[in-house]
């Protein structure tokens, strides 16, 4: 990393906590042996636990890999225990950082990310001199819904600026997801039939097989249209289907990105009741594991209506998409993990070889695999060899596992990496965080009147029949799920 000038800390708050253990020191140990880490950098984990500096190293341990470069960061790794709510652990903090350049990494729940910059404010830890920086890192959930995000926004921007802003999305730091923007804008032919006369439509699925396990708490009061829509389903939409930015600089793809959303034709009452599904799984099995139903979860209210899967159509206006419905939909407990992007084309418009078998051939679609299987499929029509005319799709795919020697990643390399570069493009702005927000608001506000059934589905299935018969009723069907 080419960081430094001046030394930098990455303070994280929440250091106990499952995702700086799993995925943010991994992390930067991967970046680390990948050269791409400053030698220089210090770490500082802040949180509620009594401890010292060698109880968090051994902490971190379990997860992070064991490299030389893991043991030269564990060294600078240190604690500092105390709560995020009062002004003395800020006063310590400053005394540590003195004018290095820091990045805050708020890694705790999200009732604290308002309370947390509050604080670094009041003790002038925000403050920018010489040219050096002071970033906050906020995970999500931004806003439960879009009021509370625009509040949100409203608060932390009062005391640092926007520049200083990295929310994280953490699909944006997935490779697949990334190169989204690199196939759609560095292949002249794909621009060539990337709208409505050639488009017949576009779903988006994040499909998991688990169900919610020990996350009962924090799922019951979000559900799945809160954890998975506004945030990465509607960076998926943006990235499917925003106008080609004129550089790669980051304010101009992010207002790309957030004139997309806006673009998203707003939901009414009735459209929210016929175009949305929610549904909630029964018990039953995924993959031969029996998994208890969600209302029997632990930490789940036995009368829970919170959705364990919501499927959506929707409309984007603009000249491009007039007319394209863009079917979304994920979920817990299906039939398979698989996250992609399927894009349907229509059908030739003129069949050559009436009165034959394939006087009606199935439409090309090009699917974006976004996980676990990564890579991209072009579905193709070709002759069967033989005697008789019958054309059948094959797949021009591509996978990266067989093009790339792709490394095990934690998929917050890039992130923190870029976050440290001062580069924003893979985080979310303010603008776009409440565009994604103002596009399911209307769904939660009828859901919250008690509209729309909740149905029950049976695990390891691909979700409710209302799902089915959402898209069933334009004619279409979903791709199937798993590969
Ligand atoms: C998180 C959600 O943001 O994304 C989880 O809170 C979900 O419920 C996860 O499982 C999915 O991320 P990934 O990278 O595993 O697809």
């Not at 009962?216 to 979000?222: L, N, P, Q, R």
């Not at 939901?267 to 929610?278: G, L, W």
């Not at 349907?344 to 034959?356: D, I, L």
Request: proline share 6%; with cysteine; charged share 25%.
């Amino acid at each position: 990393m080419t960081v430094p000038g001046r030394p930098a800390t990455i303070v994280i708050f929440g250091a106990t906590g499952d995702l700086t253990r799993r995925l943010l020191v991994p992390a930067l140990a991967n970046l680390c042996f990948d050269g791409l880490l400053s030698e220089e950098l210090n770490v500082i984990g802040i949180a509620l636990r009594d401890g010292d500096d060698e109880s968090l190293r051994v902490s971190l341990d379990e997860f992070a890999p064991q490299t030389q470069c893991w043991q030269r960061l564990r060294q600078r790794t240190s604690y500092l225990p105390g709560d995020f709510t009062l002004g003395t652990v800020y006063e310590r903090l400053k005394q540590r950082l003195g004018e290095d350049d820091a990045a805050f990494y708020l890694a705790t729940p999200p009732q604290f990310f308002g309370v947390i910059v509050d604080r670094l404010a009041d003790a002038g830890l925000t403050e920018e001199h010489d040219g050096g920086f002071r970033r906050v890192v906020i995970e999500k959930p931004f806003g439960h819904d879009l009021e509370s995000a625009r509040a949100l926004n409203q608060r932390i921007l009062s005391r640092v600026n926007e520049s200083q802003v990295y929310r994280i999305d953490h699909f944006l730091g997935k490779e697949t997801v990334q190169n989204i923007l690199v196939a759609r804008f560095g292949n002249a032919w794909l621009e060539a039939v990337w709208n409505h006369r050639y488009v017949d439509h576009i779903q988006i699925s994040a499909a998991e097989a688990i169900g919610i396990g020990t996350r009962g708490a924090f799922y019951d009061t979000t559900g799945a249209l809160r954890d998975m829509v506004p945030n990465h389903l509607m960076q998926l939409l943006s990235m499917i289907a925003m106008e080609p930015p004129n550089s790669f600089d980051a304010e101009v793809i992010r207002d790309e990105k957030a004139k997309l959303l806006r673009a998203v034709r707003r939901i009414t009452p009735d459209e929210a009741r016929s175009d949305a599904v929610r549904g909630m799984y029964a018990a039953g099995q995924v993959n031969g594991q029996m998994i208890p139903a969600y209302r029997e979860t632990p930490h789940v209210d036995p009368n829970t209506a919170t959705e364990t899967y919501v499927a959506l159509k929707l409309m984007v206006d603009t000249w491009r998409w007039t007319g394209v419905p863009f079917y979304l939909r994920t979920g817990k407990a299906l039939a398979a993990r698989d996250t992609e992007i399927v894009v349907t084309f229509k059908p030739v418009p003129y069949a050559t070889f009436r009165e034959t078998p394939v006087a009606h051939l199935p439409a090309n679609q090009l699917v974006f695999q976004i996980q676990p299987h990564e890579g991209i499929d072009l579905g193709f029509l070709v002759k069967r060899p033989g005697p008789q005319v019958e054309a059948v799709p094959v797949a021009l795919d591509f996978a990266y596992a067989e093009k790339f020697a792709v490394a095990h990643r934690t998929g917050y390399e890039t992130l923190l990496y870029d976050m440290m570069m001062g580069d924003q493009t893979l985080f979310q702005r303010a603008d776009q965080i409440e565009a994604g927000w103002a596009v399911v608001q209307p769904i939660l506000d009828a859901w919250a009147r008690g509209e729309g059934v909740l149905e029950e589905y049976t695990p390891g299935t691909s979700g409710p029949r209302a799902a089915d018969a959402l898209i069933a009723r334009d004619g279409r069907q979903w791709h199937a799920l798993g590969r």
